[in-house]
T-cell receptor, first 117, second 112 residues
Framework: DTGVSQDPRHKITKRGQNVTFRCDPI?????LYWYRQTLGQGPEFLTY????????KSRLLSDRFSAERPKGSFSTLEIQRTEQGDSAMYLC???????????????FGEGSRLTVL | GDSVTQMEGPVTLSEEAFLTINCTYT??????LFWYVQYPGEGLQLLLK?????DKGSNKGFEATYRKETTSFHLEKGSVQVSDSAVYFC???????????FGAGTTVTVRA
């Protein structure tokens, strides 16, 4: 399978603990996006990378959140000192922008569901 | 900023019924418009798209037309099936950063 993969699929943690999610984008996709989706809502943009550079961060991304893409391939999203309000599905998506071939379509992973007790 | 408003659900239909999900948008430029679908237990996937005014996107019997004058991108299907039960998201994208802004989603349940 050459789609976007995310790990773990589900994480249950206690309030105050740190968690880290990993995303492996589609090979050769140089842009990678993180979204958060809470129950009954659409995905909300958190941040995105072009290669290893983090180009934009949403106001939703508090200082407890940090994302990295050190080699321009996989990315990690870490949440420190988790709070119950962090409970959500964290989605990763990737794209390879191309003037010729671009459709604007983001390819999404199946998400990592976080439950903070 | 850019935003999308879509019809609230849930929507429950019988098989072969006509489905419409309304979507309107606010954007400063000329965004691309999308419908994404999330089937139970699966990730988001693109259903259809339109990149300029009057374009019609279509896929799997679903259609939506980019209406700049009404800033709308309503999703329609003439005869739904049980397998169309899913959550449908309207979204727009700035063409430079490809960052998607999503609506809240509409849950559609089709009964046999």
């Amino acid at each position: 399978d050459t789609g976007v993969s995310q790990d773990p699929r589900h994480k249950i943690t206690k309030r105050g603990q740190n968690v880290t999610f990993r995303c492996d984008p589609i090979s050769e996709h140089n842009r990678l996006y993180w979204y958060r989706q809470t129950l009954g809502q659409g995905p909300e943009f958190l941040t995105y990378f072009q290669n290893e550079a983090q180009l934009e961060k949403s106001r939703l991304l508090s200082d407890r959140f940090s994302a990295e893409r050190p080699k321009g391939s996989f990315s990690t999203l870490e949440i420190q000192r988790t709070e119950q309000g962090d409970s959500a599905m964290y989605l990763c998506a990737s794209i390879r922008p191309s003037r010729q071939a671009n459709t604007g379509e983001l390819f999404f992973g199946e998400g990592s569901r976080l439950t903070v007790l | 900023g850019d935003s999308v408003t879509q019809m609230e659900g849930p929507v429950t239909l019988s098989e072969e019924a006509f489905l419409t999900i309304n979507c309107t948008y606010t954007a400063t430029g000329y965004p691309s418009l999308f419908w994404y679908v999330q089937y139970p237990g699966e990730g988001l996937q693109l259903l259809l798209k339109a990149t300029k005014a009057d374009d019609k996107g279509s896929n799997k019997g679903f259609e939506a037309t980019y209406r700049k004058e009404t800033t709308s991108f309503h999703l329609e299907k003439g005869s739904v099936q049980v397998s169309d039960s899913a959550v449908y998201f309207c979204a727009l994208s700035d063409r430079d950063d490809y960052k998607l802004s999503f609506g809240a989603g509409t849950t559609v349940t089709v009964r046999a």
